[in-house]
């Protein structure tokens, strides 16, 4: 801006700063081109290219991801302990273990427990400081699942015995029937008659009721 306030108008044969001013501007002299080189659009391209690469990023940071850092001895940690997340008991140790590591990970290590290989977190073991002279005792993990069901009793086997009773039959009471009422002398009774049947008023035919089939 200031370099075209200073630059002199054809028509005018003055410059803005001039003719509000009433002298011109005193500026740097980089400002004023040098008349004496020709211009060129590749020496101008090539000296922008020159100034830009002078110029350098500002490193930005990440302040969302936090950075995690591994103990040094847990790269190459033989044996570990695992810390117990669940429920513990009152005198129950804060970590379980030891369990022997099979490979070593940025943020996790498989691990061997019991005879089954997991990836478990390094946030959650720590490093085990064992004896390598003496044979290491590794720790055994609870039984996952359902209980184990319990064997079923065997299945008892009656003894026969050659002198056993023959089974006892119940008597059979049988119903007299007709004949044998008419040798003791005694006739079933015959049901009850009947009421004849009536037509109603709307043409249906009912048997009327009588008092004695009323209970009361």
Known sequence: ML?????PKEDLQSSSAELV???????????MPNTTDPWS??????SLLDSARVFAPVPTTQHGVPTS???PGLR?????????DAHRGPLQPPYDGPFRVLEHGPKNLVVDIGGRPEHVSVDRVKLAHLDVTQPVDLAIPPHRGRPPGQPAPPAEVPLTSAAQS?????????????????????????PPALPPMVR???????????????VY
């Open 3 to 7: 370099g075209l306030r200073t630059a």
């Open 21 to 31: 001013y009433g002298q011109p501007l005193r500026v740097p002299g980089e400002f």
């Open 41 to 46: 659009a590749a020496a101008q391209r090539a």
């Open 69 to 71: 850092q591994v103990p």
């Open 76 to 84: 190459s940690a033989g044996y570990v302990f695992i810390r117990h």
């Open 166 to 190: 023959p089974p006892i039959t119940p008597p059979v009471t049988v119903a007299p029937g007709p004949a044998q009422l008419e040798e003791v002398g005694t006739t079933p009774a015959s």
């Open 200 to 214: 109603s008023r709307f043409g249906r035919l009912v048997r009327p009721y009588r008092h004695a089939d009323f």
